[in-house]
């Protein structure tokens, strides 16, 4: 489950990489068009299936392995946030996991410099979005029914967060 999708490469490089994974692709239908492409592109076309329309609104469906988050829940504020992962979480298998990729500070706020930075690019070009430090992320998670939550630091400006049911 691929939720706010945008260009659809995070879901078709699983479908490259793994041939029994389908993904399902959440966006609005403009956008899904630019997915779809991709996905004809990287000849996995018959693997990618799309769910147009607001994230927060649509039906998900159920039995996912994976939800994939990658760039989105910085837009939104924690209240927001918890709402979309309390409608991820029952649309997961059991042993399901969120994938979350995110500009993650460190817990001062000011460090390191671009993913700090990043928190104000959120206030002035989103109503109530912001670059949260793992603690406030593992706070949402858990509240929205998760078990676990691991940050992986990666070598570039964004951290993958992977959240256990």
Not at 92 to 111: H, I, Q, W, Y
Request: glycine share 6%.
């Amino acid at each position: 489950l691929d939720i706010a999708a945008g260009h659809g490469m995070y879901g078709v490089t699983i479908a490259r990489h793994n041939p029994n994974a389908e993904i399902f692709a959440v966006d609005w239908p403009r956008v899904l068009d630019v997915a779809k492409e991709h996905a004809r592109a990287a000849e996995v076309a018959a693997r990618y299936h799309t769910i147009p329309g607001n994230a927060f609104e649509v039906e998900f469906g159920k039995d996912y392995d994976l939800a994939l988050l990658t760039g989105f829940l910085h837009h939104f504020d924690p209240a927001a946030i918890e709402t979309l992962l309390r409608k991820i979480h029952p649309a997961l298998k059991p042993s399901g996991m969120v994938a979350t990729v995110e500009f993650v500070p460190n817990e001062d706020r000011v460090s390191p410099p671009t993913q700090a930075a990043f928190s104000m690019v959120m206030l002035g070009s989103t109503r109530a979005g912001d670059a949260y430090p793992f603690s406030e992320y593992e706070r949402m998670f858990r509240a929205a029914g998760f078990s676990s939550n691991e940050l992986r630091r990666a070598s570039g400006p964004q951290s993958v967060i992977l959240s256990k049911k």
